[in-house]
Structure formats: C-alpha cells, structure tokens
C-alpha cells in the first residue's frame, strides 16, 4: 500500500459526459501528479500540482483540467469526453523539496472507460 | 518522440536465474532513473533509483547499473522468483523539468518456477 489512494476505482461513462477523479497523496507529500496510461501507449505525465499550485503541465487536453485543495487532495477533471480518453489514471505523489529529489509513489489508479 | 525506450516488450526467465531488464534513453538532461514494477489492476510500485551521478545502485536482490556515455540502464534481478513476475517500467526525469517522470514502454517479467 502506497499511502496514496484514488476513487473512484472504475468509472464508465458516455461520449461527451464530464468525470472528477480524485486523489488523496501520502500524509506529508506536497506534490501530486497525473499520469495517463492508455491501451497504445505507455504512462504519460499530465500535469503537477505542488502545495495547490501548478508546476510543470504535460501533454494534458485542454478538455482536461485539475486542481489541488488546501488539505492537499487533487481532482483531474474531463471533460467533453471521448472514446480516445478510455484510460487509467495514476495519481502520484512525493514532498520533492527545493534541490530534492524524491520518489513518486503511486495510486491503484482509476480505469476511466467511456462507451 | 519516445524518449526512454524499453525495446524488449517481454522477458522469461527461471526461478533462481538473473533477470536483466534494459532501458534506453536519448535525452542526455535526464539526471535520475527509476525502476517501476506494475501488477495487473494496480498503480506502479517504486524499486530503486540511481542518479546520474552514480552508475550502480544495489538494494537486496535488485541492482541497477547506469552507463552514461552509452544511455543505457538496466536492472539486475538476482536470483529472481516467481513473484517478481509483472511489468517493469523503466522512467526518467531531469532537474529542469520539475520531477515529471518520463516512462519507457515496459518489460513484462516472467519468472517460471
């Protein structure tokens, strides 16, 4: 067990509909990340929040949008969904302090299908 | 442009053997490898790391060995067992972008007993 948790495990959804995924890190982690796993391609960095701010931002949709709350969980948002974004979404975390470099210690994922 | 490539997509091996995972990159910024193990219908779990300012790090049965001038990384499982069997990811990540980790593409561990 990671420390880190998701829910909701398994979402299935339609094209064109909206789903919030959540995440909650380790107790003490600052920074959260979203990775994007689908069938064709390996795990893709989405973006990072540290301490409720954006830090760096992958190749994330502009459909796609997340946030980090003051007691440090996270939402990564779809949205105007498609068949393509049928995936599993990793949430991650670490306290990677200034001139750190720290571990990312994963969640079990959300399975995200959209019919 | 995949920057971090693992070009054997599966390995078998036998119980009490080594396991020799590889992995390839071409950005010459990145500064710190990982090693990741992934079971069916759970998020990858962390092995070991190494820096690039090292080019062995060992931790119990695993080992990994960095060569710099060559982007070339593998992992070392010795002796392996069954339980070991899962899919290995191989990630990197530079100081500049942050501690966004890029991913290879994964090497599915069979270890037969």
């Known amino acids: 067990d990671s420390g880190v948790t998701q829910t909701p495990k398994h979402l299935i959804t339609a094209t064109g509909q909206r789903v919030t995924l959540r995440c909650s890190p380790r107790?003490?982690?600052?920074?959260v990340y979203w990775y994007q796993q689908s069938l064709d391609q390996g795990l893709q960095f989405l973006i990072q929040?540290?301490?409720?701010?954006?830090?760096a931002k992958g190749n994330i949709l502009e459909r796609f949008s997340a946030q980090q709350f003051p007691d440090l969980h996270s939402e990564l948002n779809l949205s105007s969904l498609e068949l393509g974004d049928s995936a599993l979404y990793f949430c991650?975390?670490?306290?990677?302090?200034?001139?750190?470099?720290?571990?990312?210690?994963f969640g079990p994922g959300t399975r995200l299908t959209v019919l | 442009d995949q920057q971090v490539k693992q070009n054997s997509p599966s390995l078998s091996v036998q119980e009490g053997r080594i396991s020799i995972l590889n992995c390839d990159y071409t950005n010459s910024m990145f500064d710190y490898f990982l090693w990741y193990k992934k079971y069916p219908a759970e998020g990858p779990t962390f092995l070991i790391s190494i820096s690039s300012i090292k080019d062995k790090n060992e931790d119990g049965r695993f080992t990994v060995f960095l060569n710099k001038s060559a982007k070339h990384l593998s992992l070392h499982i010795v002796p392996s067992q069954p339980g070991d069997s899962a899919v290995y990811f191989c990630a990197a990540t530079q100081e500049t972008s942050g501690s966004r980790l890029t991913f290879g593409e994964g090497t599915q561990l069979t270890v037969n007993p």
């Open positions: 929040y540290y301490n409720g701010e954006e830090r």
């Open positions: 107790s003490g982690d600052l920074s």
């Open positions: 991650a975390s670490s306290d990677p302090g200034p001139g750190r470099r720290d571990t990312q210690y």
